[in-house]
């Protein structure tokens, strides 16, 4: 590959290296700026596939009006969010020739042509050739780049250059992961077109292919930049252009901005196909992860996993309380608009009780000297945590440090992450004489045992989180407390509560209650109602639940045939689909899916479990019953497995190997009354009743008083006295 790649100057002095030269009404300086790229580079990553759009779209364009603006976002991690490979930026990473990573795999470096090669693995493309690195995302504090496989795909590979200290690392130091993993830099879950190019490009547009699970993707911009969080911007120019632009006199809607930085910095799945704009609702094209999901934040509402600001962020009281990322952010250089070392952008608030915040003095507040990390309102309330092992980044729950929570469940405190050499006892006596038990400490704690024993299957837990949802203000934790409760639809209280949400301004809110109505039966004609709900998010979850009802006419459903379809290139998206395909009759669609879902996360046995299921109902019980024999091979620990195993072979008729299934399953997990009264049944079936009885026996130690089992104890007690 030849490297006249175009330079850092050009990239920096021409915002991001297509754009247009400054001004907005000379046709002349309107034209793109000719590029010295490698023609086959610019092929396979073109810096737009809408050139044309580039006259009204490109941030040149809007450099005279907004030239502090323009100079601010050229400076954010925004505007240089993506790129291509570069010879003067990049010249310096791949000059290293060779490197070892934490799990001992050795790599070879060409500046020549830009290549990553993973020494004693098959070759990356189809062709049997190593792939060129051809792009680049993020820059500080880490660089990842882009290699082609094949199929449109652009993988992000798990060894990543840190400009900073200029070495190479591995995101997942020394794991090593295996090329089946779906987490390996060669698979789905690092996939640039599905998980990262959204947030890194402009106007992005996946463009998979169900059919021949491909991708034609394209952009406006291969940057996040103007047109991505501002809206209506081609009228803008036009009117500009005109001399008919009137300013706006009304100001800008807050909570829509920040809707729109939500989109990006936030975990959430997407509910339509790449089809967000500037402007519009978030929960009409997102659902958000919230702590309802095991293992996705701390118990107090920290973040555990990789869910950026916006979730914890509006679990926080400041976010409830209406404060947005305007607030503390320059919009276009991501910085803060005021210093946070000496405490000013929070005193801005603090000092004063604007946005109903405390009154607080520094000094009496934390107990700590002016000038101490312990008087500093970030490094208390605002916890460092390591992503993709070097990215530090402040979370956004803005919680205050409690022992308590880290000695009962675990949950990080600030108190011991500067005491490094003190116990959290030693943290909790000194937080306990300053600030006692307050009735928020006392919240907060309700809240994280509620948590805590919902996701590890408490008993008794249900009244707890009826409590919280009856007295919770913040509309994201009452969804939280309501996702968990939807399961126990028969409960009244639940009931109730999910006629609430049902009525509640926030999308997020109804949907929730929404779930546990379509765990009744007697409510059909409520989820039905939902198919018509002003937001996407409830119609798209009444459509699901009544896909049964499937009808092609139907808004509702034809959005969710466009959810389902945009994330089929996941497991769970493709089994999605899948299951349409089943109800619609299309037997070859859904077993092709299904397999294509397995094929994505080959070391996942509950996915294998899922897909079994789908291929049974598909007709197909052989290859149920082979993808059951592959999970069982990767989990044999697992008893399930075993006994779905058995449960087809009986269908099959093939009682002496169902028989040794359901062995095998009771044999891995002995408390699974239904699994011994199957096994107590093909006993019967293969002429041994006395151990077909000591079976069913088992099942009723297990569940006492259970009819089915009781009258099938009695069919045998009687067949046995003949």
Request: aromatic content about 8%; hydrophobic content about 35%; overall charge negative.
């Amino acid at each position: 590959m030849s490297r006249s790649i175009h330079s850092v100057k050009l990239l920096c002095l021409a915002g991001l290296g297509f754009l247009v030269m400054a001004g907005c009404s000379s046709e002349k300086d309107e034209q793109p700026l000719e590029l010295k790229t490698d023609a086959k580079l610019r092929e396979l990553f073109p810096e737009s596939y809408r050139p044309s759009d580039l006259s009204w779209a490109s941030p040149n364009v809007c450099i005279k009006c907004h030239v502090t603006a323009h100079e601010d976002w050229l400076k954010s991690h925004h505007a240089i969010a993506n790129r291509l490979i570069d010879s003067e930026m990049d010249l310096e990473a791949f000059s290293v020739g060779f490197v070892r990573d934490e799990g001992g795999v050795d790599y070879d470096f060409s500046a020549e042509d830009f290549t990553i090669v993973q020494k004693d693995v098959p070759k990356t493309m189809p062709d049997g050739h190593d792939a060129p690195v051809i792009g680049a995302i993020g820059e500080v504090p880490l660089r990842q780049y882009l290699v082609p496989t094949g199929d449109g795909r652009l993988q992000t590979q798990a060894l990543t250059w840190d400009p900073e200290k200029k070495e190479w690392y591995n995101i997942f130091e020394d794991e090593n992961r295996r090329p089946t993993e779906w987490g390996h830099w060669t698979q789905q879950g690092m996939n640039w077109n599905t998980n990262c190019a959204y947030c890194h490009m402009t106007h992005f547009e996946k463009n998979y292919s169900l059919e021949t699970d491909e991708y034609k993707s394209s952009w406006l911009l291969q940057t996040v930049s103007c047109v991505q969080c501002h809206s209506n911007m081609k009228d803008h120019v036009e009117s500009v252009r005109a001399g008919s632009y009137v300013p706006a006199t009304e100001p800008a809607d807050l909570k829509v901005a920040m809707e729109n930085c939500a989109v990006c910095h936030a975990r959430r799945e997407e509910l339509t196909a790449n089809g967000f704009r500037a402007g519009e609702k978030f929960f009409d094209h997102y659902r958000l992860t919230l702590p309802d999901a095991p293992g996705a934040y701390f118990a107090d509402g920290q973040n555990l996993e990789e869910n950026y600001v916006f979730g914890s962020f509006m679990l926080s009281r400041m976010g409830h309380k209406g404060v947005t990322c305007m607030d503390c952010h320059n919009p276009h250089s991501g910085e803060p608009i005021l210093p946070v070392t000496s405490n000013a952008l929070c005193m801005r608030c603090h000092a004063t009780g604007a946005n109903e915040s405390i009154q607080i003095d520094p000094i009496a507040h934390s107990h700590h000297a002016a000038d101490s990390a312990g008087n500093s309102c970030i490094a208390c309330h605002m916890p460092e945590r390591a992503y993709m092992v070097r990215d530090i980044r402040k979370d956004h729950s803005f919680t205050s440090p409690d022992p308590q929570l880290t000695i009962d469940y675990g949950v990080p405190n600030t108190c011991n992450s500067c005491h490094t050499e003190e116990t959290p006892e030693w943290a909790l006596e000194h937080v306990n004489n300053w600030y006692g038990d307050s009735d928020r400490r006392k919240r907060v704690h309700q809240r994280a045992k509620a948590l805590t024993d919902a996701h590890e299957g408490v008993a008794g837990n249900l009244d707890g989180l009826k409590e919280l949802f009856q007295a919770e203000e913040n509309v994201y934790w009452k969804t939280v407390w309501m996702r968990l409760m939807a399961f126990n639809p028969e409960d009244e209280g639940v009931f109730a509560h999910a006629q609430t949400a049902l009525k509640d301004e926030s999308p997020m809110l109804r949907e929730a209650g929404l779930t546990a109505m379509t765990q009744r039966q007697d409510q059909i004609e409520t989820v039905q109602a939902a198919l018509n709900d002003e937001s996407r998010l409830v119609r798209n979850r009444a459509a699901e639940a009544l896909l049964p009802q499937f009808d092609p006419l139907v808004q509702a459903y034809q959005e969710w045939v466009e959810y389902a379809e945009m994330n089929a290139d996941r497991p769970g998206g493709a089994l999605r689909r899948a299951e349409l395909a089943l109800l619609e009759g299309d037997l070859v669609l859904a077993k092709k899916l299904t397999l294509r879902a397995v094929s994505f996360d080959q070391e996942n046995p509950y996915l294998y479990y899922d897909a079994a299921i789908l291929l049974s109902r598909a007709g197909d019980t052989s290859g149920a019953l082979n993808i059951l024999q592959k999970a069982r091979e990767i989990a044999p620990s697992i008893g399930l497995l075993a006994y779905s195993q058995g449960l087809l072979l009986a269908e099959r008729n093939d009682y002496l190997g169902a028989q040794k299934a359901f062995v095998e399953a009771v044999g891995l997990d002995a408390d699974q009354h239904r699994w011994w009264y199957n096994l107590a049944m093909v006993f019967a079936y293969t002429g041994e009743p006395d151990k077909a009885m000591g079976c069913i026996s088992r099942a009723l130690e297990l569940a006492p008083g259970t009819p089915e089992y009781l009258m099938y104890q009695q069919q045998l007690g009687s067949q046995l006295q003949r």
